[in-house]
T-cell receptor, first 112, second 111 residues
Framework: DAGVTQSPTHLIKTRGQQVTLRCSPKSGHDTVSWYQQALGQGPQFIFQYYEEEERQRGNFPDRFSGHQFPNYSSELNVNALLLGDSALYLC???????????FGPGTRLTVL | SQKIEQNSEALNIQEGKTATLTCNYTNYSPAYLQWYRQDPGRGPVFLLLIRENEKEKRKERLKVTFDTTLKQSLFHITASQPADSATYLCAPTDSWGKLQFGAGTQVVVTP
């Protein structure tokens, strides 16, 4: 079992650009959540997908959007990048009936 | 607004002693509370989950308590080892599975 995988590992973009991050959940998991973690802070919840629909959303602007595919994998899209979007983006998967989440290694996004 | 507070200062502890970490939350009534471990540059790893109707949960050398009246959880690592050195995150969780993480407490265990 490969666990949760994320791609790419690192990414450098400039302000105003758009970025897409990808996540494959752990085998058997149907729910995917995305988090943003700034240096020295805890992960901040962006949104959660279940059955290809956004089920919950944190306090993030509409520039952050996502998608879940029929195979449960997910994408996070960020438009009009700002310097403050530089962070580690974490994907976590779980089974809908359980709450413990399994995290991927993250994608380190740097916005210049 | 919801607020989750963990000890911001690193906890330095000698090997073999018990480390105790605190998590306080306000303006929130979580259905569960979870604790995760995070090593530098890596994603958090799940450790323990305790429900609102449970007072205490144990797993090997780890123990968690949950006081919904005080709005506080305590996390204990007994017989600490250098390999326990990491940042520990608490995450009150709503009934839909939405986690709100604290900033974490760094634990350093010295031989």
């Amino acid at each position: 079992d490969a666990g949760v995988t994320q791609s790419p590992t690192h990414l450098i973009k400039t302000r105003g650009q758009q970025v897409t991050l990808r996540c494959s959940p752990k085998s058997g998991h149907d729910t995917v959540s995305w988090y943003q973690q700034a240096l020295g802070q805890g992960p901040q919840f962006i949104f959660q997908y279940y059955e290809e629909e956004e089920r919950q959303r944190g306090n993030f602007p509409d520039r952050f959007s996502g998608h879940q595919f029929p195979n449960y994998s997910s994408e996070l899209n960020v438009n009009a990048l700002l310097l403050g979007d530089s962070a580690l983006y974490l994907c976590a998967s779980s089974r809908v009936i359980y709450n413990e989440q399994f995290f991927g290694p993250g994608t380190r996004l740097t916005v210049l | 607004s919801q607020k989750i507070e963990q000890n911001s200062e690193a906890l330095n502890i000698q090997e073999g002693k018990t480390a105790t970490l605190t998590c306080n939350y306000t303006n929130y009534s979580p259905a569960y509370l979870q604790w995760y471990r995070q090593d530098p540059g890596r994603g958090p790893v799940f450790l323990l989950l305790i429900r609102e109707n449970e007072k205490e949960k144990r797993k090997e050398r780890l123990k968690v308590t949950f006081d919904t009246t005080l709005k506080q959880s305590l996390f204990h690592i007994t017989a600490s080892q250098p390999a326990d050195s990491a940042t520990y995150l608490c995450a009150p969780t709503d009934s839909w599975g939405k986690l709100q993480f604290g900033a974490g407490t760094q634990v350093v265990v010295t031989p």
